[in-house]
């Protein structure tokens, strides 16, 4: 998307983050969650450690060639894209197997394409802002959101490696409407991912937290190649807070 020749156009729809079913099996599970606000904790609620996991993730680039001429081959761009992560007890009967958690999370992108040399083979490729939120759309006690600006920037190796990183700063709220006024405590203020592919075989990790309270998360992962159309299995390892919106603060 960042050349001429690979420009897929305005609004078509595409995908963003990976589209995903998976199992989970966690060594606890949030069975009543809190926060620092006033009204806030729920009670407690018989969830079970297994659950399903479903990502629906799409995005549209809305203009493009805002800063950048056609004739240079590189395309600035600005995109919309929304990205919804569930949480659904399916194996949990006894409660009539809820959803026990939905993250909504809409954007607003601005990507500059960008061509430097950098030491050891690498090669910076763009820079971007975004306008993030990020909420699970429940009333009081279970209402969580937040919103934030995030600056970023992706870098290559040949055809095989890749490193972005995040950096972003949270958007105040008033204390009266801020469901979760420690969130930064545990999410932190950025992040540092990977991808490196081999033969088909992808393998991605990610890093996050907050420095002066020593909380975060880490994930690491492996994705196959395709073995029915565009289907790939994946194996996930998560260990930290955050792993989804109400989970900010549980480990």
Not at 13 to 33: C, F
Not at 162 to 180: F, I
Not at 238 to 250: R, T, V
Request: proline residues 5%; hydrophobic residues 30%.
């Amino acid at each position: 998307e960042l050349e001429t020749g690979s420009d897929c156009g305005t609004f078509g729809i595409r995908g963003y983050r990976p589209i995903s079913l998976s199992w989970l099996g966690s060594d606890s599970v949030n069975t009543a969650p809190s926060s620092p606000s006033a009204g806030h904790t729920a009670s407690y609620t018989a969830y079970r450690t297994s659950e399903a996991r479903i990502q629906l993730s799409v995005r549209t680039k809305i203009a493009r060639g805002i800063l950048t001429e056609s004739e240079s081959g590189h395309n600035d761009s600005l995109w919309f894209g929304y990205s919804q992560q569930s949480y659904w007890q399916l194996f949990n009967g006894g409660i009539s197997r809820p959803f026990r958690a939905t993250d909504h999370e809409p954007e607003i992108t601005y990507i500059y394409p960008a061509d430097a040399q950098l030491s050891g083979g690498w090669r910076l490729r763009y820079g971007g802002i975004s306008a993030v939120h990020q909420s699970n759309g429940q009333s009081l006690p279970l209402s969580r959101s937040w919103n934030r600006v995030v600056l970023m920037a992706g870098m290559e190796k040949g055809d095989n490696f890749r490193v972005m990183a995040r950096a972003w700063a949270r958007l105040p709220e008033s204390s009266e409407k801020d469901d979760n006024p420690d969130i930064t405590d545990y999410y932190g203020h950025g992040m540092l991912s990977g991808l490196y592919r081999w033969r088909g075989h992808s393998f991605a990790g990610w890093l996050r937290g907050n420095v002066g309270t020593g909380k975060g998360a880490v994930q690491v992962g492996w994705t196959s190649p395709p073995f029915f159309g565009p289907l790939r299995a994946y194996v996930q390892l998560f260990s930290g807070y955050g792993e989804s919106l109400i989970d900010n603060n549980w480990k």
